[in-house]
């Protein structure tokens, strides 16, 4: 299985407490919290433990505080921007390897305003983790393949 990038810190972790993603597929949570502080986590942890992780509550707080040591959290909130393109495909989108035909978006991660949906013509890896994408209308962008997002199948979201 590919990676997964989770769009939800309570959602995400709570589909790892329940089984239906394996912790270690996941990549990276791009999160919609603004946690500056200590006390700003303690007092989301609080609240996830008996909104969303009632199943474990436990378990939810150690995968969180574990997302937050391994740096696998991203809160884009906290430089201003939007945190990801929504949830209408679901919480979870796969860190893909790309493909000729794959239909993916490119999540511009400075302010969003330039992200872009299309399918792929040509593929080129040109770094580390970076690639030259040709989308079928003509648009172009180099990128990380973080940036990328694709929909995860359909058996990864709850």
Known sequence: MSKLIGLSLSMCVSAIINGQVNEDDVERIIAATKIQ????????IAEYRTRYWSADPDRGEAIARRLV??????Q?????????????????????????????????????LCSHT???LTVEEIGDDAYRVVFQDGYEIEAFAREFLSPAPETANP
């Open 37 to 44: 502080t200590e006390d700003d986590f303690n007092q989301v």
């Open 69 to 74: 040591l391994e740096m696998r959290l991203d």
């Open 118 to 120: 299309g399918v792929i």
């Open 76 to 112: 884009p909130r906290l430089l201003q921007r939007e945190p990801h393109p929504g949830l209408a495909d679901g919480i979870w989108q796969n860190v893909m390897p790309f493909h000729t035909g794959d239909e993916v978006t490119w999540h511009d991660p400075d302010d969003g």
